[in-house]
Structure formats: C-alpha cells, structure tokens
Nanobody, 118 residues
Framework: QVQLVESGGGLVQPGGSLRLSCAAS????????MGWYRQAPGGQRELVTFISSGGTTNYADSVKGRFTISRDNAKNRVYLQMNDLKPEDTGVYYC????????????WGQGTQVTVSS
C-alpha cells in the first residue's frame, strides 16, 4: 500500500501565498506522476497540476503563472507553491500519485483545506 500525507493548508488572505507538501510512503514501485487535485465546496474534484517522472508539468489554466509544482524524487515528496491566491482557489487539496507496476495504480491523500478569504 501507498500512503500520502499532505500538509501546509490553512487560511490566507487574497493575494497571499501558501506552500503545500505531500510525502509518499509505503510500497512504491515506480512513480509515474505526482500531482494535486482540488475540490471546492459543492464542486467536483478537478486537476490542479501534475509532474511526470521525467519532470514534465501540466497546469490547469486557472492557476497558470500563479502555482508551481516541484518534486523531490529522492524523498518521494511533491510540493505546490501557490502565489497570488484568490477566493476561487478555496477548497480541499488532494495529493495524487500514479504508480506503475505493469499497470497503473492511483493513490490519494486525505486532503488539506485551503481557504482564501479576507
């Protein structure tokens, strides 16, 4: 099994910054990608960003230029630097890991709350 533990969420004013961290542990074969999804109140879970094993990144249009994903392969950690936060960024942020074991397996963290409000 693979466990993902997120940290770094909280309450921040519009225009502020937060940095989320996610630590992966357990029996990991080969990480294909790690990333972040979020779910706003009453909304569906949506992709925010991911980074592949080769370092390729992908961002939702709504966060481009404001959010940056990075990864520490040696520590099996992924980070999300969020700048210029907006109220619409509010939601629960979930860490995601895709593990390749001959086929792909997806794992999710428990989520960390991010609230952007004045």
């Amino acid at each position: 099994q693979v466990q993902l533990v997120e940290s770094g969420g909280g309450l921040v004013q519009p225009g502020g910054s937060l940095r989320l961290s996610c630590a992966a542990s357990g029996t990991i074969f080969s990480i294909d990608a790690m990333g972040w999804y979020r779910q706003a109140p009453g909304g569906q879970r949506e992709l925010v960003t991911f980074i592949s094993s080769g370092g390729t990144t992908n961002y939702a249009d709504s966060v481009k230029g404001r959010f940056t994903i990075s990864r520490d392969n040696a520590k099996n950690r992924v980070y999300l630097q969020m700048n210029d936060l907006k109220p619409e960024d509010t939601g629960v942020y979930y860490c995601y890991l895709r593990d390749y074991r001959g086929t792909y397996y997806a794992y999710w963290g428990q989520g960390t709350q991010v609230t952007v409000s004045s």
